[in-house]
């Protein structure tokens, strides 16, 4: 089977050189291996996404000297992500919950886990008649008690870490669509990997904790299991992951300061400008 990596920005701002040694690397993966290199633009989130950001992202890749085979978007693949939670309604394993989050927050059992806060619970056992009487927005969770129940025991493979068995209780009821927004990212990233053919997925491992909940969904949906490879994030002088709040430069700054993009993802991919990597 040939190699099909992706990178997936969301457009809420523009790339660093943390974002910009992940497409390296995602990148470099397929073509050393003769594969595909893909591009999702992961725009669902409305209210963060930015059509400028877009164009900076694939100003940025380009100025890289990065070349994709195909460039998808989430918001133009809402009905797939309709279908598959009209699936999960009709299975009873996602329900509707009218929480806020200041009422998750304020709950005393709702502790914080590594892709959120751990759902108490408090909708899950609301009756039809309940459902029907409440008349604010709702995003839909998935019963993730039931869902291993469905599932049995799962595991996946990392690079770095092996053969992992997933832990989707640690991350319990998590959001599949939400009040404003028919999918959630673990919902869209899913249903995605599988439709672009993905076979490797590269990402940071910030999102380790998340591919317990993605290894759910590709039992409960019936997709294929890709191999995941989670690299170390790129940090700052302080240690700190590199965020635009705290100053980190974006690939556009570099650029507007003269840097050459080919001479800088040569020197990402020697290691030279990721002395802080960890
Ligand atoms: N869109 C996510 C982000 O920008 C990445 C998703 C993924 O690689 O699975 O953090």
Do not use: N
């Not at 099909?4 to 390296?24: E, K, M």
């Not at 914080?112 to 751990?118: C, F, K």
């Not at 409960?220 to 590199?242: K, N, Q, S």
């Not at 974006?250 to 080919?262: C, K, N, T, Y």
């Amino acid at each position: 089977m040939s190699v099909v990596t992706r990178f997936a920005p969301s457009p809420t701002g523009r790339l660093h050189l943390g974002h910009a040694a992940s497409a390296i690397r995602a990148h470099d993966f397929a073509r050393e291996r003769g594969g595909r290199f893909v591009l999702r633009i992961e725009d669902i989130d409305g209210t963060r996404s930015r059509p400028e950001f877009v164009d900076g992202i694939l100003e940025d890749l380009a100025w890289l000297g990065l070349r994709w085979d195909e460039l998808v978007f989430q918001s133009e693949r809402l009905a797939t992500y309709d279908a598959a939670m009209e699936g999960l309604k009709a299975r009873a394993l996602v329900y509707p919950c009218f929480c806020t989050r200041a009422e998750i927050a304020a709950s005393a059992s709702a502790p914080q886990g590594e892709v959120g806060p751990i759902y108490p619970g408090i909708c899950r056992g609301l009756s039809a008649a309940e459902i029907a009487a409440r008349t604010g927005a709702c995003c839909w969770r998935l019963d993730m008690a039931k869902a291993v129940g469905e599932t049995g025991a799962l595991s996946w493979h990392d690079a770095a870490a092996g053969w992992v068995v997933a832990d989707p209780l640690a991350p319990g009821d998590v959001v599949l669509a939400r009040k404003d927004a028919p999918a959630s990212y673990h919902l869209a990233v899913t249903l995605d990997d599988a439709a672009q053919g993905v076979t490797d997925v590269v990402r940071g491992v910030d999102l380790f904790a998340a591919t317990h909940v993605h290894r759910v969904l590709q039992a409960l949906l019936g997709l294929p299991v890709p191999r995941y490879h989670h690299h170390p994030l790129v940090v700052d002088a302080a240690g700190r992951r590199l965020a635009k709040r705290d100053g980190a430069l974006s690939l556009a700054e570099m650029r507007a300061a003269g840097e050459d993009g080919v001479v800088l993802a040569a020197r990402v991919r020697s290691g030279d400008r990721l002395a802080t990597v960890r």
